[in-house]
Nanobody, 122 residues
Framework: QVQLVESGGGLVQAGDSLRLSCAAS????????MAWFRQVPGKERETVAA????????YHADFVKGRFTASRDVAKNTVFLQMNSLKPEDTAVYYC???????????????WGQGTQVTVSS
C-alpha cells in the first residue's frame, strides 16, 4: 500500500510562485509514474504534469509549459510541482497520483493523495 500526502498549497497573488510536495510512503517514487492533476468544481480533472522512468522523464501539459516543473527527490521519496507565474485560472485542488505500471502513459492511477488547494487571486 502506498500513501501520498500533498502539501504546499495556499493563497497567492497572480505572478507568484508555489511549490507543491507529495510525500510517498511505501514503494519508492522512482518505481512509479508520479503525476499531478488538478480539478475545479464542475469541471473535469486534468493532468498537469508527470515524472517517470529512471531517467526522470517528464510530461507537462501545454497550459503549464514554461511555468510549472515536475521533479522528484528519491532520497526523500517525494515529488514536487514547482509553479511559477501563477495565474487566476490555475486555481484548483491539486492532487498527486501514482501509477504502479511505471509506464507512460499509464492506463490508470492506483493511488491518490487527498489534494491541496491552490488559490490565485488577480
Amino acid at each position: 500500500q502506498v500513501q501520498l500526502v500533498e502539501s504546499g498549497g495556499g493563497l497567492v497573488q497572480a505572478g507568484d510562485s508555489l511549490r507543491l510536495s507529495c510525500a510517498a510512503s511505501g514503494r519508492t517514487v522512482s518505481d512509479y509514474v508520479m503525476a499531478w492533476f488538478r480539478q475545479v468544481p464542475g469541471k473535469e480533472r486534468e493532468t498537469v504534469a508527470a515524472i517517470f522512468g529512471r531517467g526522470d522523464s517528464t510530461y507537462h501539459a501545454d497550459f503549464v509549459k514554461g511555468r510549472f516543473t515536475a521533479s522528484r527527490d528519491v532520497a526523500k521519496n517525494t515529488v514536487f510541482l514547482q509553479m511559477n507565474s501563477l495565474k487566476p485560472e490555475d486555481t484548483a485542488v491539486y492532487y498527486c497520483a501514482a501509477a504502479t505500471s511505471g509506464r507512460w502513459p499509464p492506463r490508470r492511477y492506483d493511488y491518490w493523495g487527498q489534494g491541496t488547494q491552490v488559490t490565485v487571486s488577480s
